[in-house]
């Protein structure tokens, strides 16, 4: 199914998906050799300045979004569920890693330049009480040794949406799955 093909729900009503996210998902995709080379995170990254190497994406301060823009960024996530997972990809044309999809989905709500990995995710969000999770955050799990290792979007009633890993596909999965219960590490947000 083509990107253009696809619709989401909003305020009820089946909407097409707007011309934008069409021109985006080119630009992603002329990006995707670059992102193959960032993916999630495999180790526990320090955070570096520009001058050490570091990411030029590091913000200053938390993205802080609108609250409103929760549901169009689970409408647009939900969009791509069941597309196969790629290392280093953010796409939908091209598959998802677990932090390409945070990219890919977010990047339809803002036009602010965005992080790319998992540990450039925490840093540009805000830290949230697990108690207090609602749909839009950013759960967290150390997968791989590193508290930042794996990421997903938090969509309600217990659940996050992610990408895998090889193999798999874009899914919804349980927070208290005893693989990722375990595993949690933290809750962050970038709205307001």
């Not at 939908?92 to 803002?110: M, R, Y």
Request: proline residues 4%; glycine residues 12%.
């Amino acid at each position: 199914m083509k990107l253009q093909d696809r619709t989401f729900v909003e305020a009820g009503q089946r909407q097409p998906l707007p011309q934008c996210l069409e021109r985006r998902g080119a630009l992603m995709l002329a990006g995707s050799l670059l992102a193959a080379l960032a993916g999630c995170s495999t180790t526990k990254d320090k955070p570096r300045s520009a001058a050490q190497g570091g990411s030029s994406v590091r913000l200053a301060n938390a993205l802080s979004l609108d609250a409103e823009l929760r549901e169009s960024l689970l409408a647009r996530t939900m969009l791509v569920v069941n597309t196969p997972y790629t290392y280093g990809g953010n796409s939908p044309e091209g598959g998802f890693d677990c932090s390409g999809l945070i990219q890919w989905a977010v990047g339809g709500i803002t036009e602010m330049r965005l992080p790319r990995t998992t540990s450039q995710w925490a840093q540009a969000s805000n830290p949230v009480d697990g108690r207090d999770l609602m749909r839009g955050d950013f759960v967290f799990f150390n997968t791989l040794g590193g508290r930042y290792s794996h990421m997903g979007i938090f969509v309600g009633n217990g659940q996050f949406v992610h990408a895998p890993s090889s193999g798999g596909t874009v899914q919804r999965v349980r927070m208290d799955n005893v693989y990722f219960a375990k595993r949690f590490t933290e809750a962050r947000s970038i709205f307001a």
